[in-house]
């Protein structure tokens, strides 16, 4: 199957050099680009893409407005496309806040081409993209400035957790890929993908990249845990 893509970056050589990598592959197929976010969502409600890479600073609306657009859409729109946020630097709270909004990762901009291919087939086989050192960094330094975690709202959710449903969102919160998380917990990879699929369900959470903030902002995991 294709993965559809569009690509939304106000600078031009961006798109082309981007478009011109991924559509070398022969199971992606970019559909379309545009400058600014509001052309952004425009084109995504036409074009009805798999995978939005999505520029996080931009004239006219930022990537971060646009990614709340695409996926929260209003009413009679049924397209919700997997956003991922392309940024210049590795610690950017839009980026934080995009993935709160429900964004499937971020990847920075001068990241090797085999890691855009790859980043695209992850995000639409419907996964995140959560590089663990540098998605725990980015998360862990805005969870410590932001203000104490209000663990009465969280509690009853993080309740409804089996011990060891618990301690897999530790470990995805920490940045352990679901290899490592069957190694840590002596189990095998497919059961660890069972206990997240139950996590992301009873927390009602769209993914990884929000289990991993939920983690933060509950208090179950606090910025300088390892």
Known sequence: MTTRVIIVDDQAMVRAGFAALLTAQSDIDVVGDAADGLRGVELSRRTHPDVVLMDVR??????????????????????????????????????????????????????????????????????????????????????????????????????????????????IARGLSNQEIAADLVLAEQTVKTHIGRVLAKLDL??????????????LVTPGDR
């Open 206 to 219: 769209r993914d990884r990249a929000q289990a991993v903030i939920f983690a933060y902002e509950s208090g």
């Open 58 to 171: 931009m004239p006219e609306m930022d990537g971060l407005e646009a990614a709340r657009q695409l996926l929260s859409p209003p009413p009679g729109v049924t397209h919700r496309p997997k956003v991922l946020m392309l940024t210049t630097f590795d610690v950017d709270d839009y980026v934080y806040e995009a993935l709160r909004a429900g964004a499937s990762g971020f990847l920075l901009k001068d990241a090797p081409p085999a890691d855009l291919i790859s980043a695209v087939r992850v995000v639409a086989a419907g996964e995140a993209l959560l590089a663990p050192s540098v998605t725990r960094r980015l998360i862990a330094d805005f969870a410590r400035q932001r203000p104490a975690p209000r663990k009465d709202r969280t509690a009853l959710r993080l309740n409804g957790l089996t011990p060891r449903e618990t301690e897999v969102l530790e470990l």
